[in-house]
């Protein structure tokens, strides 16, 4: 159960709730003096928090927080709304810019065709061009399990079919009833 919500003391004012999703601006910020830089981006020194709020509002902009944890915090005087479509153009650029690298997997059986084969490999290394994870599962079935040099033997030359565009990240080994292989992309 939340706590209950006082109402304000009669005479004081109330300030919106505070939102974690950007920098303190002008009466948010509740410090006694700040290093303020001026909206031409010329460092003016150590201020009264009164000082850069006039300051701000001669210049018809905005008090910005932008170094909370230095001492004194470092504010700027800056169009607000400008500066937060600043910081949002930069964020959709860093997010365009990483590549989410995928585990894709492919499954086998010990006694997979010439023409099976060449399918799956030709997966795999569309999968490492691409810049993904490649999982290898060869399954056995019944008493396919007393042959296991047969799945190793399929896996081993998996693996020296891609040497050129992959590295072995896990080799070959048994998880109960199949064998399994990672392979990475060379490429990063």
């Known amino acids: 159960m939340p706590p ?3 109402p304000p003391k009669p005479g004081t004012q109330q300030l919106p709730p505070r939102s974690d999703d950007g920098p303190r601006i ?4 509740r410090v ?9 981006g010329e460092m003016v020194g150590v201020v009264t928090i009164r000082e850069a709020l006039a300051a701000a509002d001669a210049a018809g902009l905005d008090l910005v927080e932008i170094s909370p944890g230095a001492e004194p915090p470092v504010c700027k005087i800056l169009d607000y709304g400008k500066y937060k479509y600043e910081m949002q153009k930069k964020a959709n650029e860093a997010k365009k810019k990483q590549k989410i690298i995928e585990v894709k997997e492919l499954k086998l059986r010990p006694m997979i065709e010439d023409h099976d084969y060449q399918v799956k490999l030709r997966a795999a290394i569309k999968f490492l061009d ?3 994870k490649v999982k290898f599962t060869l399954r056995f079935r019944g008493r396919e ?28 080994k048994m998880e109960g009833r199949q064998m399994v ?8």
Do not use: W
């Not at 006694?32 to 031409?40: H, P, Q, Y």
């Not at 292989?181 to 990063?188: D, G, H």
């Open 130 to 132: 691409g810049g993904d």
């Open 26 to 29: 002008n009466s948010q910020i």
């Open 181 to 188: 292989m990672m392979l990475s992309s060379n490429k990063v």
């Open 4 to 6: 209950p919500v006082r």
């Open 145 to 172: 399990l007393s042959h296991q040099e047969l799945g190793l033997k399929i896996l081993q030359r998996m693996k020296a079919d891609l040497t050129e565009i992959s590295k072995i990240e896990q080799e070959p």
């Open 32 to 40: 006694d003096k700040v290093r303020l830089v001026g909206a031409d």
